[in-house]
């Protein structure tokens, strides 16, 4: 466990933070929309894979599902919080990075003990899909109504 939290807060920290400036995309909603999903399928998903081959290569067999999540949830967290605390936007980008991303796919696939590769689960990739457009739809709603009165 302690060598995924390593991995994933010295990434955070090798990142200089001029490459990604903050951004909450008041009054724009289609830059929210393809920043969120930018959190949640690149940052979220691929870290996720990435990670998880870290440590099998290092440790030599594949950490549990938890540990990933715990790790990525202490280094995308800390990443955020290198760029400032920006109240809901911070808040925001860990949700569609941890949680939909890493927790979206640590959820929905599971590793048989017993062969080489991933289960998906289905009626899991609906739930977090779900919840991610129901998440996102407020967030265009928003945008629209700052632009719209702004």
Do not use: K
């Not at 800390?78 to 808040?91: K, M, V």
């Not at 696939?109 to 009626?123: G, K, N, Q, V, W």
């Amino acid at each position: 466990m302690l060598i995924l939290v390593a991995i994933s807060l010295g990434v955070a920290f090798m990142i200089p933070r001029r490459y990604f400036a903050a951004d909450d995309f008041s009054g724009d909603w289609y830059g929210y929309v393809t920043n969120q999903m930018g959190h949640a399928l690149l940052i979220g998903v691929g870290a996720t894979f990435a990670l998880a081959e870290i440590y099998q290569t290092l440790v030599g067999v594949h950490p549990y599902r938890w540990q990933l999540f715990l790790a990525m949830l202490a280094g995308y967290s800390a990443f955020e919080l290198r760029q400032g605390w920006r109240r809901w936007d911070t808040c925001e980008d860990i949700l569609f990075s941890v949680v939909y991303g890493a927790g979206g796919v640590l959820w929905v696939f599971r590793a048989d003990s017993t062969e080489s590769h991933l289960i998906a689960e289905p009626d899991r990739l609906t739930a977090v899909l779900t919840a991610m457009t129901i998440h996102l739809i407020l967030g265009i709603l928003r945008r629209r109504q700052e632009r719209d009165l702004g």
